[in-house]
C-alpha cells in the first residue's frame, strides 16, 4: 500500500499536482486606505459625504507592519493584499502629519460591515501618525482616513 502511495505521489509530482500549503491560504486578507481631505474647518454635516470626494494631498503614502510604503493613488486609495491575520498598525509615511491645525480621523470597516474609529496616534517611538486593528483571515478592511485642517481663526 505505501509502494502504491509513493507511486501516486511522483505522478502528481510528474503532472504538476501539487499540493497547496496550508500556510498560503492564510495570506489572502488585504486592507485599502481611502485618505480623504475635509473642508477647512471640518465637516458641516457628516464626515464621509463632506470628505469622501476630496482625495488627500498627492504624496501621501502608508505602509503596514511587515510591508514597504506605498504612496495613495490619483483618488486618494492605496491598496496592501496578500497579508496574513494579525494586528495590523498602519503607518503615514510621507505627506502632511498631524499637528495643531490639522487632526487625522481614521474608520475602518470589515468586509462591508459597519464602520469603526480607531485612535490615530503618534509616540516617540513612532512619530507618525499611526493606527491598529486586528486582520482576520481572508477579510477585506477598508479604512477611510480623514485629514481635517482646522479654520485657523
Not at 454635516?45 to 476630496?54: G, K, R
Not at 487632526?103 to 480607531?118: I, L, M, Q, T, Y
Request: glycine residues 10%; hydrophobic residues 40%; aromatic residues 10%.
Amino acid at each position: 500500500m505505501t509502494i502504491f502511495l509513493e507511486l501516486l505521489a511522483v505522478f502528481a509530482i510528474m503532472l504538476g499536482i501539487a499540493a497547496t500549503p496550508a500556510s498560503a491560504a492564510t495570506y489572502n486578507a488585504s486592507v485599502t486606505i481611502h485618505a480623504r481631505l475635509c473642508p477647512t474647518g471640518g465637516p458641516t454635516t457628516a464626515i464621509f459625504i463632506d470628505s469622501h470626494p476630496h482625495p488627500a494631498w498627492a504624496g501621501t503614502a502608508y505602509k503596514i507592519n511587515g510591508h514597504g510604503s506605498k504612496v495613495i493613488n490619483g483618488s486618494g486609495n492605496v491598496t496592501f493584499s496578500g497579508l496574513g491575520a494579525a494586528t495590523r498598525t498602519i503607518t503615514q509615511t510621507a505627506g502632511f502629519q498631524p499637528n495643531e491645525f490639522l487632526h487625522v480621523r481614521a474608520f475602518c470597516s470589515a468586509d462591508g460591515g459597519a464602520a469603526k474609529e480607531v485612535s490615530v496616534t503618534s509616540s516617540s517611538s513612532n512619530p507618525n501618525a499611526h493606527f491598529s486593528f486586528y486582520l482576520n483571515a481572508g477579510s477585506h478592511v477598508t479604512c477611510n482616513v480623514y485629514f481635517i485642517p482646522e479654520s485657523g481663526a
